[in-house]
């Protein structure tokens, strides 16, 4: 019996030792969401984690009361564990040693600090720290979940000297020139997203289409509607003088569902038409009277946005406009070009083909380092695949870069050489770039099959 007092008393010291250790760990290492989750449904130790991990501040004193009792528990076990272990090593030995004659007073005294010693270092950093740290690092939430009551009760109890030590913490940090962290600091990052979707990826969490929809999804923040939309030499429009006969030919010609519908000019956008107007008007037949473009832009009004805004920002007016086409304007005020809810669904999900669409893909293989590319593609859609450092910042597309390297508009057979890639204009229509052969060099990556996202063989 008389060592059942000392021991519980150790057991104790080593038991809240691992008890700060797995909160510390666990609380930090608990993911965010599904705390948020269990606190919604009405979790009360969930909701006491969330406010730990929500509050900065919060989150300071907690550590600040974790290392605190880890702490007092680890001085604890040096001034009482070791002295206690050593005492009863120390008679064992005087007994079944010196009083025998085996060893002398000084050595038994020596050997046991040794070994008690040895026994409480083990004791603590296997029971009071190693098991303890493995398991909140293994399962984080759970944990949190469990120890989080009676530490929030020992936080309670010892909140004045908490407060006392994170005032000094603090003025020292400030001292030292670190700005304090605000509850913004511990959001994830698009940057940090994208790290966590490319390691899921590689672990094969998720598939590699999955991973390019939720990367396109992060860059529509940094992509532009200048970027991706329909350049006005491109655009297919209607004026508001226009006839039937040549609204149904531009229709058979160029297999859109909506046109754009100006008066003058396409600086002049005043709505767009939509082929189901068409169908209703010749289905009304003559009794309908004359197609009527300006009343019907009047009830297809466009939205108007800059070719700066992104496309996170163009997708929220889409939805808040209820619209599918909007008109981007230049820094002057003039139509740039346009772009559809489709422009931007590809973006994401990649182009879309229908049964009316030509099809042609971004870019073409045609041997181990050349390539068919069209001129209006990405230069940074370009880069994605073949890892290549471009020098122009004010263009965005291939076509793009050879007229700014030129100097001029371009012509058939014109070529481009830039960081070892040659670039050669096979078709031009008007004065844009139509496609373009690119050479790659010899120490570049082999060009991906677009159609099947593998590399050329």
């Known amino acids: 019996m008389e060592y059942l007092l000392p021991v519980a008393i150790i057991a104790a010291l080593i038991f809240f030792n691992g008890l700060f250790v797995a909160v510390e760990f666990a609380v930090v290492a608990s ?3 599904r705390m948020s989750q269990l606190a919604t449904e009405g979790l009360s130790s969930a909701a006491k984690v969330m406010r730990v991990l929500t509050d900065p501040t919060g989150q300071t004193r907690f550590i600040i009361m974790a290392q605190l009792g880890i702490t007092l528990s680890s001085l604890g076990l040096g001034m009482y564990g070791e002295h206690t272990i050593a005492e009863w090593i120390l008679s064992l030995l005087e007994h079944y040693g010196v009083e025998r004659g085996l060893i002398s007073v000084a050595a038994a005294h020596s050997a046991a600090l040794v070994l008690a010693i040895a026994v409480m270092t083990y004791l603590h950093v296997v029971l009071g720290e190693v098991m303890p740290k493995s398991l909140a690092l293994q399962a984080p939430e759970s944990t949190a979940l469990r120890v989080i009551g009676p530490v929030w009760l020992i936080e ?15 003025a020292i940090t400030r001292a030292c020139g670190v700005p304090e962290r605000s509850a913004h600091d511990h959001m994830v990052s698009p940057q940090d997203l994208e790290m966590i979707v490319e390691e899921s990826s590689e672990e094969g969490l998720i598939a590699p289409s999955e991973q390019l929809y939720i990367e396109n999804i992060l860059d529509m923040r940094e992509r532009t509607v200048g970027q991706v939309m329909t350049p006005r030499t491109r655009i297919e429009g209607i004026s508001v003088d226009e006839s039937e006969r040549a609204i149904l030919q531009l229709v058979r010609q160029s297999n859109h569902s909506r046109y754009p519908i100006y008066d ?3 600086d ?4 767009f038409f939509h082929i189901k107007d068409l169908a209703r008007h010749l289905q009304r037949g003559a009794d309908g009277g ?12 466009v939205i108007v946005v800059p070719e700066t805004l992104s496309l996170d920002q163009m997708l929220g007016r889409f939805r808040a406009e209820k619209g599918a086409l909007a008109v981007v304007i230049d820094e002057f005020g003039g139509t740039a070009g346009i772009v559809t809810f489709e422009d931007l669904m590809e973006e994401v999900i990649g182009e879309i083909q229908d049964e009316f669409d030509a099809e042609r893909a971004p870019f073409e293989i045609v041997s181990e380092r050349r390539l068919r590319v069209d001129g209006s593609l990405l230069l940074d859609e370009l880069n994605q695949h073949f890892d290549i450092d471009y020098d122009e910042e004010e263009v965005d597309t291939v076509g793009g870069l050879i007229m700014s390297r030129l100097g001029r508009i371009p012509a058939v057979g014109d070529v481009v050489e830039l960081n070892g890639v040659r670039y050669v204009v096979e078709q031009v229509a008007g004065r844009a770039v139509d496609s373009v052969l690119v050479e ?16 050329y063989a």
Do not use: H, T, Y
Not at 156 to 170: D, H, Q
Not at 268 to 271: A, D, F, T, V, W
Not at 290 to 301: F, G, Q
């Open 268 to 271: 002049q956008i005043r709505g």
């Open 440 to 455: 790659l060099p010899e120490a570049g990556p082999v060009p991906a099959d677009p159609e099947n996202g593998g590399l």
């Open 264 to 266: 003058g000019d396409l």
């Open 290 to 301: 004359p197609l009527d473009l300006r009343k019907m832009a009047e009830n297809r009004p």
């Open 31 to 33: 993911s965010r969401a």
């Open 156 to 170: 309670r109890v010892f909140s004045p000297a908490i407060f006392v030590l994170n005032v000094i913490a603090r």
